[in-house]
């Protein structure tokens, strides 16, 4: 019987799908196959444990038979918890329906996490080329899932953009899928320079622009003659095309602008003394003789007055020596 034990736990069951693959799982049915109180119950938690395995892998069969880490870590965590409720909830002798019915909620729970991944998420590209790193439920190894565009061709449409001349446009090439991408695939602008949607376009009518890593270019300063269909590529190092679209660039020009001539308003004619804002030659003679005039007294008032100020000041100078001399003969 000990031998018969051994053997059992030491090997892996080939049917091993998805919610086994995450190892966290296969010890949490292991310490549940230990802790029955006999052996033969052992024996019969390891058996419903094994069917479990088959069944899981056949719900993984018929859904695609792989998952992402996402998935799969919804998945097991859903389940963990749902095991760890079962295991409060029973004691160490449970019998054989209650362990069935927790493997079979397992099987519920990955086959609920399975559809809304096959549905939603598997798969995003409505167009384009999508080569993704996902895990096989059989082998436990992660693998290339290719998912083709469903129109069969790389080409994701147009998009009318249009500007102004002096302007900028911003030519987005993101899709959200594109994060799931193997590699580090790169976009490759290119430009047909003329009226877009005019003419059909092939290969040799492009001119490349710019190979970068990042989604979206900037086009600044924008001239007529710069508009035509701009086409972002996404590819990786060996030339393999993800994804393809074309943005058909109008640039308007600017309106003519219309430069005015300035008016010049004729003199006003001689002897026009009208206006005291514009006076003739005939009244500037006169006004420039009386500012003259008064600007000649003024000098010589001042000049006089000037002249009496210092003959005040010396005049009182005296005194005050005369009065010092004075006092000094007295005073000898």
């Given at each position: 019987?000990l031998l018969m034990l051994?053997?059992?736990?030491?090997?892996?069951?080939?049917?091993?799908?998805?919610?086994?693959?995450?190892?966290?799982?296969?010890?949490?049915?292991?310490?549940?196959?230990?802790?029955?109180?006999?052996?033969?119950?052992?024996?019969?938690?390891?058996?419903?444990?094994?069917?479990?395995?088959?069944?899981?892998?056949?719900?993984?069969?018929?859904?695609?038979?792989?998952?992402?880490?996402?998935?799969?870590?919804?998945?097991?965590?859903?389940?963990?918890?749902?095991?760890?409720?079962?295991?409060?909830?029973?004691?160490?002798?449970?019998?054989?329906?209650?362990?069935?019915?927790?493997?079979?909620?397992?099987r519920k729970i990955l086959?609920?996490?399975?559809?809304?991944?096959?549905?939603?998420?598997?798969?995003?590209?409505?167009?384009?080329?999508?080569?993704?790193?996902?895990?096989?439920?059989?082998?436990?190894?992660?693998?290339?899932?290719?998912?083709?565009?469903?129109?069969?061709?790389?080409?994701?449409?147009?998009?009318?953009?249009?500007?102004?001349?002096?302007?900028?446009?911003?030519?987005?090439?993101?899709?959200?899928?594109?994060r799931l991408l193997l590699?580090?695939?790169?976009?490759?602008?290119?430009?047909?320079?003329?009226?877009?949607?005019?003419?059909?376009?092939?290969?040799?009518?492009?001119?490349?622009?710019?190979?970068?890593?990042?989604?979206?270019?900037?086009?600044?300063?924008?001239?007529?003659?710069?508009?035509?269909?701009?086409?972002?590529?996404?590819?990786?190092?060996?030339?393999?095309?993800?994804?393809?679209?074309?943005?058909?660039?109008?640039?308007?020009?600017?309106?003519?602008?219309?430069?005015?001539?300035?008016?010049?308003?004729?003199?006003?004619?001689?002897?026009?003394?009208?206006?005291?804002?514009?006076?003739?030659?005939?009244?500037?003679?006169?006004?420039?003789?009386?500012?003259?005039?008064?600007?000649?007294?003024?000098?010589?008032?001042?000049?006089?007055?000037?002249?009496?100020?210092?003959?005040?000041?010396?005049?009182?100078?005296?005194?005050?020596?005369?009065?010092?001399?004075?006092?000094?003969?007295?005073?000898?």
């Amino acid at each position: 019987m000990l031998l018969m034990l051994v053997s059992l736990f030491c090997c892996v069951p080939a049917s091993q799908a998805c919610l086994q693959c995450d190892r966290s799982i296969r010890l949490l049915h292991e310490d549940f196959i230990l802790s029955a109180p006999t052996v033969d119950k052992q024996i019969e938690r390891k058996k419903i444990c094994d069917h479990a395995y088959v069944t899981y892998r056949d719900t993984s069969r018929e859904r695609k038979g792989v998952i992402d880490p996402t998935t799969l870590y919804r998945a097991k965590t859903e389940y963990q918890s749902e095991f760890d409720h079962f295991l409060k909830t029973q004691h160490s002798g449970s019998g054989t329906f209650e362990a069935i019915q927790i493997m079979e909620k397992g099987r519920k729970i990955l086959e609920k996490h399975l559809d809304a991944f096959i549905r939603d998420e598997l798969c995003p590209n409505k167009c384009g080329l999508l080569n993704r790193r996902v895990m096989d439920c059989f082998s436990c190894r992660y693998k290339i899932y290719i998912c083709p565009s469903p129109t069969g061709q790389q080409d994701c449409g147009e998009h009318p953009l249009q500007a102004e001349e002096g302007g900028q446009v911003v030519l987005n090439c993101f899709l959200p899928w594109q994060r799931l991408l193997l590699g580090t695939p790169e976009y490759h602008y290119s430009w047909a320079p003329g009226t877009p949607g005019t003419e059909k376009l092939d290969e040799s009518d492009f001119k490349a622009l710019v190979v970068t890593g990042d989604s979206s270019v900037v086009l600044n300063q924008l001239r007529v003659s710069e508009q035509g269909t701009y086409r972002c590529s996404l590819q990786d190092q060996n030339g393999t095309v993800f994804y393809r679209v074309a943005f058909l660039l109008t640039v308007a020009p600017l309106p003519l602008q219309t430069h005015r001539s300035f008016v010049t308003l004729p003199p006003p004619p001689g002897g026009d003394n009208y206006s005291p804002f514009q006076p003739s030659e005939d009244l500037l003679v006169p006004v420039i003789a009386v500012v003259t005039a008064l600007s000649l007294t003024a000098g010589v008032g001042l000049t006089v007055v000037l002249g009496m100020m210092m003959n005040q000041r010396r005049a009182a100078k005296e005194l005050r020596m005369r009065e010092e001399e004075i006092v000094s003969e007295n005073i000898v």
